[in-house]
C-alpha cells in the first residue's frame, strides 16, 4: 500500500511541482508523515487547461500528509496545506514545435496514469481496494489554508487582475447527526466542510505585482488576501468574502450494495453568511473581451496541425509571402475535408454500428438495473 502511495503522490505532485525530492517523499510515506515546504510551481503546470496562460510565479508553502498505518481502518488521517499562491499572464499562441511536444507529454501522462493504475491492481483484489479506498476517505481529514490565485493582464489600455482567494478550508467526517468528528461504519459518508473568507475579485485598474525573491513574493500575495481580524483588504470584488458550510451526504458503493436508483448519490445542504455578487460596467466589458479573445484561440488552435509559416506576412508592400498562401490553402483544405468526412459513406456506417452497439449495451444496463431495483425492493419487504 505505501508503494502505490508513494507512485500516486509522486505523479501527482510531480506533474506540478519542480524538483521533487522522490527517495525523501519515499521515506516520509513509509513512516507515515509526509513534510514538503516551499515547492516552487512548474511553469507548464497550467498546461491540461489548453489555455493562452503561463504561470509566472508560483509558490506551495506547505504540504502535510499524516498516516496511522498502524490503526488505518480507524485512525485519522490528516491533510494539511498551507499557502498556495500563484500568478499567471497571457502568453502567446502555441506554435507548431511547442503544440508537438505538449501533445507529447500529455500521453506521456495519460501512459504514466495508466501504468499507476496497474499497479494498484496487482497489491490485492479490486473489492480489497475498494474498501480500503472508502474507509481511509471515511477516515480523511483536510485543513486548507491561505489560497491566493491571480491572473495578471491588460485591456482598454490597463491592467487587470483576477483573483480567488480563500482564507481556510475545513473537512471532517461526522455522523448522521452532523456531530463530531466520527468514523462511520455505515455506507453513507458524512462530511462537514466549512470555509471562511471565499471571494472572487476584479481589478479593473491595478499594477502587477513586483517581487525579487520567493519571501517578497510570499508576503506580497499574502497581504492581499481578506482574512478574519484582518484590516479590510481593497479589492473590485465579483463575490465579496463570504464564508459557509457545506454538509456533504453520499453514498459509499452506490447501486454495489442494492440501493434504491431513486435515491441522489450525493446530497449537499449548504448555508452561507449573507453574500453578493457585484460587477460593474468595466468589470463586464474587460470579461466580454477576455472571453472573446479565448474564442479565437480555440478557433485557432485546430490550425496549428497545418504548420503556421514563420515567415511574414509580407515580403513587401503588395506582396504576400508564398509560404502564407500555401499555409491559407492548407487550412481551406482541412475544412472541407473535415466537413466532406461527416457524410461519407464510411462515417455512416461506423456510426451506425456505434448506435446499434450503443442501444445494445443501454438495454444490458436497463435490466440490470431492474433487477437491482427488485431485489432492493424484496429485501426493503
Known amino acids: 500500500m505505501q508503494t502505490v502511495l508513494t507512485s500516486v503522490l509522486n505523479h501527482l505532485l510531480g506533474q506540478f511541482v519542480e524538483h521533487l525530492d522522490s527517495s525523501n517523499l519515499k521515506l516520509g510515506v513509509f513512516k507515515g508523515d509526509v513534510s514538503l515546504n516551499n515547492l516552487k510551481l ?3 503546470a497550467l498546461n491540461f487547461l489548453k489555455l493562452p496562460i503561463k504561470i509566472k510565479e508560483g509558490f506551495l508553502g506547505e504540504f502535510r500528509l499524516k498516516i496511522p498505518w498502524k490503526n488505518l481502518k480507524n485512525g485519522t488521517i490528516l491533510l494539511e496545506i498551507n499557502k498556495i499562491y500563484l500568478i499567471c499572464s497571457s502568453s502567446n499562441y502555441v506554435n507548431d514545435d511547442d503544440a508537438i511536444e505538449q501533445a507529447y507529454e500529455i500521453k506521456k501522462k495519460l501512459l504514466e496514469s495508466y501504468e499507476l493504475s496497474q499497479k494498484e ?3 490485492k483484489s479490486p473489492g480489497f481496494v475498494d474498501s480500503l479506498v472508502a474507509k481511509i476517505i471515511d477516515n480523511l481529514k483536510v485543513s486548507i489554508k491561505n489560497i491566493h490565485l491571480r491572473y495578471e493582464g491588460a485591456a482598454f489600455r490597463r491592467n487587470f487582475a483576477f483573483g480567488i482567494t480563500l482564507d481556510q478550508l475545513n473537512i471532517q467526517s461526522s455522523d448522521k447527526d452532523w456531530n463530531g468528528n466520527t468514523n462511520t461504519r455505515t455506507d453513507t459518508l458524512f462530511k462537514n466542510i466549512t470555509f471562511d473568507h ?3 475579485y476584479w481589478d479593473t485598474d491595478t499594477d502587477p505585482v513586483v517581487f525579487n ?4 513574493f510570499d508576503r506580497k500575495l499574502d497581504s492581499l488576501i481578506p482574512k478574519k481580524n484582518k484590516e479590510q483588504v481593497y479589492h473590485q470584488y465579483l463575490l465579496r468574502p463570504v464564508g459557509g458550510i457545506l454538509k456533504l451526504k453520499m453514498k459509499k458503493f452506490a447501486y454495489a450494495l442494492g440501493d434504491s436508483l431513486e435515491e441522489p448519490r450525493f446530497d449537499i445542504l449548504a448555508h452561507f453568511e449573507t453574500f453578493s455578487f457585484t460587477f460593474e460596467d468595466l468589470q463586464y466589458k474587460m470579461i466580454v473581451h477576455i472571453a472573446s479573445l479565448l474564442g479565437r484561440f480555440y478557433r485557432m488552435e485546430k490550425f496549428n496541425i497545418y504548420h503556421k509559416p514563420k515567415a511574414p506576412v509580407r515580403i513587401g508592400m503588395d506582396q504576400v509571402s ?4 500555401k499555409y491559407i ?3 481551406g483544405k482541412g475544412i472541407v475535408l473535415e466537413k466532406k468526412g ?4 464510411d ?4 456510426t451506425t454500428q456505434k448506435r446499434k452497439e450503443y442501444v445494445s449495451l443501454w438495454k444490458k444496463k436497463n435490466f440490470k438495473i431492474e433487477k437491482i431495483q427488485e431485489k432492493s425492493r424484496k429485501f426493503q419487504n
Open 213 to 216: 525573491s520567493i519571501e517578497e
Open 198 to 200: 471565499l471571494s472572487l
Open 42 to 44: 512548474k511553469v507548464d
Open 329 to 331: 490553402y492548407r487550412c
Open 322 to 325: 508564398k509560404e502564407w498562401w
Open 342 to 345: 461527416l457524410f461519407n459513406w
Open 121 to 123: 491492481k496487482k497489491i
Open 347 to 350: 462515417t455512416l456506417v461506423t
